[in-house]
């Protein structure tokens, strides 16, 4: 098993673009997690799906949104693109309960 | 307010010293704690909870609920124990999946 992937691994936007981030979780689990990590801090809880249903919101803007499909992949979009959105994207997935497997992130840069 | 807390950025100790990292949370009712580390270039990983009780790669951690700290101990540390460790706590009202980070802790081990 790969275990969690996510993609892509790095991208570079604009102020004011959207961006969609993908992510597979290991096979098997059913619960999906985003995280955002500026640098020097430590991740934040943005949301969580179980079973295709929001389970958790973090406290981030409306900008952010997140779904899981039927194959329990998930996508993570934010619009309108700031700078202050720069930061490393982590999802990761578990049973539930169960241990957090993360995965590699995605690194966003925001121009 | 949920907060955790790790009040030091970089710890630094020669090989066989002891080490304690420290953890700091502020929550209502019985907490959930964990402790995640990341070695270098490799991905965010489970090291231990609190209700397991158990001891990982020669580590421990124990809730303590007077000081609300779950510091983590090794007696001995090894040139491998080097890397970032995050303290985390499980959100109230959230799962396993909705943690709240503290900012990590760097270990460096010399030799």
Known sequence: DAGVTQSPTHLIKTRGQHVTLRCSPISGHKSVSWYQQVLGQGPQFIFQYYEKEERGRGNFPDRFSARQFPNYSSELNVNALLLGDSALYLCASSLEPGELFFGEGSRLTVL | ?111
Request: proline share 5%; aromatic share 12%; glycine share 8%.
């Open chain 2, 1 to 111: 307010a949920q907060r955790v807390t790790q009040p030091e950025k970089l710890l630094s100790v020669f090989k066989g010293a002891p080490v304690e990292l420290k953890c700091n949370y502020s929550y209502s009712g019985s907490p959930e704690l964990f402790w995640y580390v990341q070695y270098s270039r490799q991905r965010l990983q489970l090291l231990l909870r609190h209700i397991s009780r158990e001891s990982i790669k020669g580590f421990t951690a124990d809730l303590n609920k007077g000081e609300t700290s779950f510091h983590l101990k090794k007696p001995f540390a090894q040139e491998e124990d080097s890397a970032m460790y995050y303290c985390a706590l499980k959100a109230y009202g959230g799962s396993q999946g909705n943690l709240i980070f503290g900012k990590g802790t760097k270990l460096s081990v010399k030799p």
